[in-house]
Each structure stands twice: as structure tokens, then as C-alpha cells.
């Protein structure tokens, strides 16, 4: 069992050090990973109200010292977005790299990057046309 966090461990954890027990995006209704000072350990899901400006029920540093704040949940489309860029950054880096040396340091490339990265490619994860 992970060891428990002080209250000051908690307050630190939030974002905005001028307003703790706000999370990210508190200009919307939004859901946030938390974890309980009296919960062991385990994340869970917390909502953010951004009418009552309160925070699994609690207001500013009564909720900063609950809990350890982690950041916001996101969306499945959130998510998909996200691995979509870190996908196309790799393959700029590969591309980069390849450009870089001269087909005969074809060794320079671990076996399989190469067509792994065309393969992707191929699966149509590039930029969605707009």
C-alpha cells in the first residue's frame, strides 16, 4: 500500500498554487483523477462542478487537502487524437532520421522500424483531413 500524503502533499499537487482545489479546465463541467487522502492509494474518478466551484463536493483548499490532484480524464476522442500525434511525431522523427543517413547505414535502423512506420502509414493514422 503506497504511503499516505500529507495534507501539504495534496495542496501541492493542484495546478494553480493561487487557487488550490481547482482543477484543470475549471471552466467546464468536467471529470478529474484524484486520489483520496483517506484512499489508499487507488485513483478514482472525481467531478468538477463549475457552478458550485466545488470539487467532489468540496470548495478550494478542503478539497486540495483530500485529495492529490492527477489531472483531467479525457475523452475517448481525446485519447484517439492524442495517440494519432504521438504516432505522427514518431514518424517525422523516423522520416528524419532515415533522411538523415544514407542507405548504406540501412543498420542504423532497428529491424522492422522502418516498414513498421509504413505500415502505419498505410493504416490511414495521418492527419484527419479537415
Known amino acids: 500500500m503506497p504511503h499516505p500524503r500529507t495534507a501539504d502533499e495534496n495542496v501541492a499537487s493542484w495546478p494553480d498554487q493561487a487557487n488550490p482545489g481547482v482543477p484543470l479546465m475549471a471552466d467546464t463541467h468536467s471529470y478529474h483523477w484524484a486520489i483520496s487522502y483517506k484512499g489508499g492509494g487507488t485513483p478514482v474518478v472525481m467531478q468538477w462542478d463549475k457552478r458550485q466551484q466545488t470539487f467532489a463536493g468540496h470548495r478550494g483548499m478542503e478539497a486540495a487537502t483530500r485529495y492529490f490532484y492527477l489531472g483531467p480524464c479525457r475523452t475517448p476522442e481525446e485519447i484517439a487524437s492524442m495517440r494519432e500525434d504521438a504516432i505522427r511525431e514518431a514518424i517525422e522523427v523516423i522520416l528524419a532520421k532515415k533522411s538523415d543517413h544514407p542507405p548504406s ?6 529491424k522492422g522500424l522502418w516498414e513498421t512506420a509504413c505500415d ?8 484527419p483531413s479537415k
Not at 105 to 110: H, M, T
Open 120 to 127: 502505419i502509414l498505410a493504416e490511414g493514422l495521418r492527419a
Open 105 to 110: 547505414q540501412a543498420a542504423y535502423f532497428p
